[in-house]
Nanobody, 119 residues
Framework: QVQLVESGGGLVQPGGSLRLSCAAS????????MGWYRRAPGKQRELVATIGSGGRSNYADSVKGRFTISRDDAKKTVYLQMNSLKPEDTAVYYC?????????????WGQGTQVTVSS
């Protein structure tokens, strides 16, 4: 069974920083894309950032220049460094891992971690 365990959320003042981590455990192989999504109150889930197996990253326009995604394949872990946080970044953040087995795609999701940006 595959589990994604997130950590690093919390309360931070505007302009502050947080670093989210998401570690995958269990029988998960052939990890392809790893990423972060978020859902703010009253809004739909949206992509924040993804990173492919070759290291190519993709960001939502709203976080470009402020957030940095990275991964450690040996640890099966993906990180999200969030700087210059704004109140509108307040949301539950979910990590996502995509793996392919025998050509079939498998999506795994973390349980979510709350990020609150407020003074």
């Amino acid at each position: 069974q595959v589990q994604l365990v997130e950590s690093g959320g919390g309360l931070v003042q505007p302009g502050g920083s947080l670093r989210l981590s998401c570690a995958a455990s269990g029988s998960i192989f052939s990890i392809n894309t790893m990423g972060w999504y978020r859902r703010a109150p009253g809004k739909q889930r949206e992509l924040v950032a993804t990173i492919g197996s070759g290291g190519r990253s993709n960001y939502a326009d709203s976080v470009k220049g402020r957030f940095t995604i990275s991964r450690d394949d040996a640890k099966k872990t993906v990180y999200l460094q969030m700087n210059s946080l704004k109140p509108e970044d307040t949301a539950v953040y979910y990590c996502n891992v995509v793996a392919y087995v025998l050509g079939l795609r498998y999506d795994y999701w973390g349980q979510g971690t709350q990020v609150t940006v407020s003074s």
